[in-house]
T-cell receptor
Framework: DARVTQTPRHKVTEMGQEVTMRCQPI?????VFWYRQTMMQGLELLAY????????DSGMPKDRFSAEMPDATLATLKIQPSDPRDSAVYFC????????????????????FGPGTRLTVL | QQQVKQSPQSLIVQKGGISIINCAYENTAFDYFPWYQQFPGKGPALLIA?????SEKKEGRFTISFNKSAKQFSLHIMDSQPGDSATYFC??????????FGAGTTVTVRA
C-alpha cells in the first residue's frame, strides 16, 4: 500500500531554532507539494516541485522558509529561524502528472497526502 | 484571499440523515473540483471529484452536484453514518495542478 511518509510526526522547538521536516513521496510520483494547515488560514499551498524542480514557492515566506528535493525520494522543508506563528501542521502531498509544457499537465489530478508534521514553536 | 468559499463551517446530522456542504468559486479557469475528507490526526484524502462537463457524480453514498453557470458545487452525504464524522474540504484546480481549498466543514453524525 503506497503512501506518503513524513518525519517527524511531532516537533516542539524554541523560537529561533532551525526546523527540518522530511517527506518521502510515493515512488514514481513526479510532483510534490508542501501545505500548511492552521485553524485561522486553513490549508495553504507553500510550494511545489515538478520532477524535483521547484515550480512555485510563492506561498512561502522566503526569508525563513526553504524547500528542496535532494532526490526523487526525499523532499525537505526547512524553517530558519522558527517563530511561534509557524506553529501549524505541515503536510506533504505527491501526485503523478504528465506535464506537456507551458505549465499544463495531463493525467490524474489526485494528490496523496502524508500524515503531517505537527510543529509547535514556543 | 480564499478562492473557494465553503459553507457551513460545521453541521450536525442524525444517523441516516443527509449532510449537504456547499462551495462557490470565481475563477473560471478551474476545471477539476475534488472533495477531500480528513479525520483527526490524519492528512486529507480524496473522497470524490468532478469535472465541469458533468452536472452530477455519485459514488456510493456521496454525490457531487455541479452548477457551472452559478459557479457552485456541493457534496451530499446520504444515509450519514457515525464513521462519516470528519472534516470535509472542497477544492478546485486548473491545469497547473495547484489545489485551492475551501475552509472546511466539520461534520458530526450522531448515532
Amino acid at each position: 500500500d503506497a503512501r506518503v511518509t513524513q518525519t517527524p510526526r511531532h516537533k516542539v522547538t524554541e523560537m529561533g531554532q532551525e526546523v527540518t521536516m522530511r517527506c518521502q513521496p510515493i515512488l514514481g510520483h513526479n510532483t510534490v507539494f508542501w501545505y500548511r494547515q492552521t485553524m485561522m488560514q486553513g490549508l495553504e499551498l507553500l510550494a511545489y516541485f515538478r520532477n524535483r524542480a521547484p515550480l512555485d514557492d510563492s506561498g512561502m515566506p522566503k526569508d525563513r522558509f526553504s524547500a528542496e528535493m535532494p532526490d526523487a525520494t526525499l523532499a525537505t522543508l526547512k524553517i530558519q529561524p522558527s517563530d511561534p506563528r509557524d506553529s501549524a501542521v505541515y503536510f506533504c502531498a505527491s501526485g503523478l502528472r504528465v506535464w506537456r509544457g507551458a505549465g499544463e499537465g495531463l493525467g490524474t489530478d489526485t494528490q496523496y497526502f502524508g500524515p503531517g508534521t505537527r510543529l509547535t514553536v514556543l | 484571499q480564499q478562492q473557494v468559499k465553503q459553507s457551513p463551517q460545521s453541521l450536525i446530522v442524525q444517523k441516516g440523515g443527509i449532510s449537504i456542504i456547499n462551495c462557490a468559486y470565481e475563477n473560471t479557469a478551474f476545471d477539476y473540483f475534488p472533495w477531500y475528507q480528513q479525520f483527526p490526526g490524519k492528512g486529507p484524502a480524496l473522497l470524490i471529484a468532478i469535472r465541469p462537463d458533468v452536472s452530477e457524480k455519485k459514488e456510493g453514498r456521496f454525490t457531487i452536484s455541479f452548477n457551472k453557470s452559478a459557479k457552485q458545487f456541493s457534496l451530499h452525504i446520504m444515509d450519514s453514518q457515525p464513521g462519516d464524522s470528519a472534516t470535509y474540504f472542497c477544492a478546485a484546480t486548473s491545469n497547473d495542478y495547484k489545489l485551492s481549498f475551501g475552509a472546511g466543514t466539520t461534520v458530526t453524525v450522531r448515532a
